[in-house]
């Protein structure tokens, strides 16, 4: 059992950037189709963790204020994904938003939660020299590697890492405990601003774009959710943090490799994939 949740894991962490790309391809030119898609894969996470906060009601008030911060981070990470995915490859959004979460080593390192090991500075060398290569246009046109899409990917770094670090700094403050009711409160907030947001765009398309297009998010969504059920259930058994981590940061990468080249034909230069190639092993060398 613990060996099916990790390589359904593996799928589970490339959804988001899958299915999104199928979205946007699906909704071209659409008036308000990124703030729809916003709302709905917020939405469905929303839901997904009601369910399970309510099958375990654990309620700690003070907790409130990591949720009011990772829900802000949360609502940024997703908003921000949605553009990068609309204006840049989905390869290299998804390889920048798994190296996102080195941020949550580099912080552990600054508040002493961790110690750096050689393989840490390894790690580290390599994530630059993937960011290098990958954001390395060339002179040649048609990489695709506009200021839009780097202005999106660096607020979704930043969102995702924002994520990281205050679920973590609530877990060891709180001893593993209450991670349910943070992350329910914490949808509340993002689903809100999401709503918000949708509320204010352009809804001409909504309807259309539901009847078509609604597996996209929802699947994403649970994909999310499944993803994060899995963790938490392996965490608890024989297999080691060493080869779960690795195995669905890179697994992921690869899956969603795969899609970028055969579905969805995504054309790079040859250095921004041997970029790709050197993001997969930083990610395993940062997640041993």
Do not use: H
């Not at 916003?38 to 907790?63: A, H, P, Y």
């Not at 998804?94 to 790690?123: D, K, N, Y």
């Not at 352009?202 to 996209?216: G, N, Q, R, T, Y």
């Amino acid at each position: 059992m613990p060996y099916l949740c990790l390589i359904s894991s593996v799928f589970f962490v490339s959804f988001v950037s899958i299915f999104g790309g199928f979205y946007n391809r699906k909704n071209d030119g659409k008036k308000g189709a990124s703030s729809l898609y916003n709302l709905l894969i917020i939405g469905t996470v929303f839901v997904g963790w009601m369910v399970l906060f309510l099958s375990d009601l654990q309620v700690e008030w003070s907790v409130l204020p990591y949720a009011v911060l990772f829900g802000i981070f949360y609502a940024i990470c997703a908003i921000s994904t949605i553009y990068a995915l609309k204006t840049g490859p989905i390869l290299l959004t998804s390889l920048i938003l798994q190296l996102s979460l080195i941020a949550v080593a580099i912080w552990g390192f600054i508040v002493g939660w961790e110690t750096p090991r050689w393989w840490t500075w390894l790690g580290l060398a390599l994530v630059a020299l993937a960011l290098w290569l990958c954001l390395y246009s060339g002179k040649k046109e048609g990489s695709r590697v506009s200021l839009k899409w780097l202005t999106y990917v660096l607020i979704m770094f930043l969102g995702n890492a924002g994520c990281s670090i205050v679920q973590k700094t609530q877990q060891r403050a709180y001893d593993g405990q209450y991670g349910n009711f943070l992350m329910f409160s914490a949808m509340i907030i993002a689903v809100s601003v999401c709503l918000v947001l949708y509320l204010r765009d352009d809804k001409a398309d909504s309807k259309e774009i539901i009847k078509k297009s609604l597996p996209f998010p929802v699947i994403a969504g649970v994909g999310n959710v499944l993803m994060n059920l899995a963790v938490m259930y392996m965490a608890t058994s024989t297999l080691s943090p060493s080869l779960i981590y690795p195995v669905i940061s890179v697994g992921g990468l690869i899956v969603t490799t795969l899609f970028s080249a055969f579905v969805f034909k995504e054309k790079m230069q040859w250095w921004q994939w041997l970029g790709v190639a050197v993001g997969m092993l930083a990610t395993g060398v940062l997640s041993i």
